[in-house]
T-cell receptor, first 112, second 115 residues
């Protein structure tokens, strides 16, 4: 059962462009929404995260936009760089046990 | 480097066999999580342990089991292996479960190939 839907599956962006990855969730009990970045041969690493009481969070070139009423959130990567080429996973979690539900991932390629 | 170690890095075995994957959490982390990553299923949460006790269960098959030892390292046992069990298995650790999210740090993974 896929509780977090992620799109697109893959994305090619020119260097300097904006990369946008979208996610939608169903479970209203989710209360924390982290994004993970995974490079080939490595484990996922936390990139940025947001709580549903905030509509936007920015860290450097990375911004999460959150729409609680629509149950949607997105990751924007400004001024995308070749070093950003990786697979990005949105995720959602609830409660203290921190069982994380991941989206299906977006493979981002930033071309020079 | 996340500080989480996993061994072995690669494992090739045959159907019907049993394997054990090992994970050592970051120093000071009490909670360990296991995930399976496959091409068709994405990243799936399997099971969580906190200080030796099972805390949460996800999509873990009955053929799979795990435990966390007193020194906090964890092992994931996979038995009666099938071709479909071929995947990357990740271990992650965090300080502890709590009322707010604690970042999970992922290890480099074990790639299991079942022939």
């Amino acid at each position: 059962q896929q509780q977090v839907k992620q799109s697109p599956q893959s994305l090619i962006v020119q260097k300097g462009g904006i990369s946008i990855i979208n996610c939608a969730y169903e479970n209203t009990a989710f209360d924390y929404f982290p994004w993970y970045q995974q490079f080939p041969g490595k484990g996922p690493a936390l990139l940025i995260a947001i709580r549903p009481d905030v509509s936007e969070k920015k860290e450097g070139r990375f911004t999460i936009s959150f729409n609680k009423s629509a149950k949607q959130f997105s990751l924007h990567i400004m001024d995308s760089q070749p070093g950003d080429s990786a697979t990005y996973f949105c995720a959602a979690t609830s409660g203290g046990y921190q069982k994380v539900t991941f989206g299906t991932g977006t493979k981002l390629q930033v071309i020079p | 480097d996340s500080g989480v170690t996993q061994t072995p890095k690669h494992l090739i075995t045959a159907t019907g066999q049993r394997v054990t994957l090992r994970c050592s959490p970051r120093s000071g982390d009490l909670s360990v999580y296991w995930y399976q990553q496959s091409l068709d299923q994405g990243l799936q949460f399997l099971i969580q342990y906190y200080n030796g006790e099972e805390r949460a269960k996800g999509n873990i098959l009955e053929r799979f089991s795990a435990q966390q030892f007193p020194d906090l390292h964890s092992e994931l046992n996979l038995s009666s292996l099938e071709l479909g069990d071929s995947a990357l298995y990740f271990c992650a650790s965090s300080v502890a479960p709590g009322s707010s999210y604690n970042e999970q740090f992922f290890g480099p993974g074990t790639r299991l190939t079942v022939l």
